[in-house]
């Protein structure tokens, strides 16, 4: 905990800053969730998929299951527990035991590392193709 230092302002305003401060964090971090929530599960249901693009889509599915196999464990858990557990890289970090910024690095990585795994099986598909 920080001294106080009376010079520099009174407790009062220090303490409506920190409130403040929190609340901003948590409207962000319910609207990162909700974000990540739509993304995983759109509130829009899609159509019925026909049988070629049910394959499309459990290939896609099995390219994303590999890719994710292919990360380092750090990168695996911090991305699932953001991602697929909601957390925030706060939070992450606090389960982990990690430095928040360790976390931020390894989720950044992991994803780069993932898009660039699905855009590669998407080239390699295409090469298929011809």
């Given at each position: 905990m920080l001294a106080r230092e009376p010079n520099r302002g009174s407790l009062r305003s220090f303490l409506l800053v920190q409130v403040h401060r929190r609340s901003i964090n948590a409207?962000?971090?319910e609207s990162s969730r909700t974000r990540r929530e739509e993304i995983i599960e759109p509130t829009d249901h899609k159509p019925d998929l026909g049988f070629a693009d049910q394959i499309v889509?459990?290939?896609?599915?099995?390219?994303?299951?590999?890719s994710l196999a292919?990360?380092?464990?750090?990168?695996?858990?911090?991305?699932?527990?953001a991602h697929f557990h909601?957390?925030?890289?706060?939070e992450v970090a606090a389960i982990l035991d990690?430095?928040?910024?360790?976390?931020k690095s390894r989720i950044r990585t992991g994803l780069r590392k993932i898009t660039e795994a699905l855009e590669e099986s998407r080239l390699a598909e295409q090469?298929?193709?011809y």
């Open positions: 409207v962000r971090s889509e459990q290939v896609q599915m099995k390219s994303l299951m590999v292919n990360l380092g464990e750090g990168e695996r858990l911090a991305i699932g527990l909601g957390h925030t890289y706060h990690e430095a928040d910024g360790t976390v090469d298929d193709h």
